[in-house]
């Protein structure tokens, strides 16, 4: 169970922090909701406790941990050549784990994409969305700014 001020990462908003635990009656039925609220455009999120595992939500990485990552994201190796609808689908699947290494992969395929025949709308979407996941997870665990951590996977990626 998570406290309030914790740190989490839901997978596909990116790293946020619990501001409240609160009870809501909806139908007649009782439920405890973790809040959420996220850096990136101040969403709040209500997710029951039950669902959390479920929806893949957990605790950001340590700073260990994500300086590990950053030394091993020049060996993230770029998705297959895939038509447009296998390339999202599979890439949302990525992104829906929830695991650093896949979201990466997300970043650098549509990167790399983009450089040589450019994206479509919903793939460049994607690619932001998979940016400021991964960004705000780093910036979380290593304690740095945006643009900082913008410019490490800039470096790292080869973007």
């Known amino acids: 169970m998570y406290q309030i001020g914790d740190q989490v990462v839901h997978p596909l908003h990116g ?15 009782c439920t405890t909701y973790y809040a959420l609220t996220f850096a990136r455009d101040e969403t709040q999120l209500f997710i029951p406790l039950e ?3 479920k929806l893949g939500v957990r605790p ?4 260990d941990e994500a300086e590990a990552f ?6 993230i190796t770029c998705g297959a050549d895939k038509s447009w609808n ?4 599979e890439n949302m699947l990525h992104l ?8 990466a992969q997300v970043v650098k395929s549509l990167a790399a994409r983009d ?4 994206l479509s709308t919903g793939e ?3 690619l932001a969305s998979a940016r400021q996941i991964l960004e705000s997870e780093l910036c979380a665990a290593l304690g740095r700014s945006p643009e900082a951590v913008a410019a490490i996977i800039d470096q790292h990626l080869c973007i």
């Open 70 to 75: 950053v030394r091993g994201l020049e060996h």
């Open 60 to 63: 950001v990485c340590s700073r």
């Open 51 to 53: 669902s959390c595992g």
């Open 124 to 126: 460049k979407k994607m």
């Open 86 to 89: 296998q390339r999202y689908r």
């Open 115 to 118: 450089r040589e025949r450019g």
């Open 15 to 29: 790293a946020g922090q619990v501001v409240d635990i609160v009870e809501r009656t909806i139908d007649g039925v």
């Open 96 to 103: 829906r784990s929830g695991d650093l290494n896949e979201v």
